[in-house]
């Protein structure tokens, strides 16, 4: 069984685009006063997909099995690096992980 790549038309974008500006419109209305930070998240999104996009094509044309193990201990290492830093109560001792 092959798996197929789902093709992204530019209308798919326009319509995620749409419901970025409908929750922003929403925001503003109810005056929620999240309009910044839904600002900056959907520009951060963009910004960390495209990029993304540009590492993967990379890695998909080189094939090799070194880079892609490289890439994924770079990956685990930032998702770690976030997560411990979203704490809101530090763990110590043994679980802190240093």
Do not use: C, H
Request: charged share 10%; aromatic share 10%; no cysteine.
């Amino acid at each position: 069984m092959t798996a197929q790549a789902i093709s992204l038309t530019p209308l798919d974008l326009v319509l995620a685009a749409l419901l970025l500006i409908i929750n922003g419109a929403i925001s503003i209305r109810l005056r929620l006063g999240i309009t910044r930070s839904l600002a900056v998240a959907a520009t951060r999104m963009v910004v960390q997909l495209l990029l993304v996009g540009l590492v993967l094509k990379y890695l998909f044309a080189v094939k090799s099995p070194w880079l892609t193990l490289g890439v994924v201990f770079i990956m685990i290492g930032f998702a770690g690096y976030e997560i411990m830093n979203r704490q809101d109560r530090k763990l110590t001792g043994w679980w802190s992980y240093g």
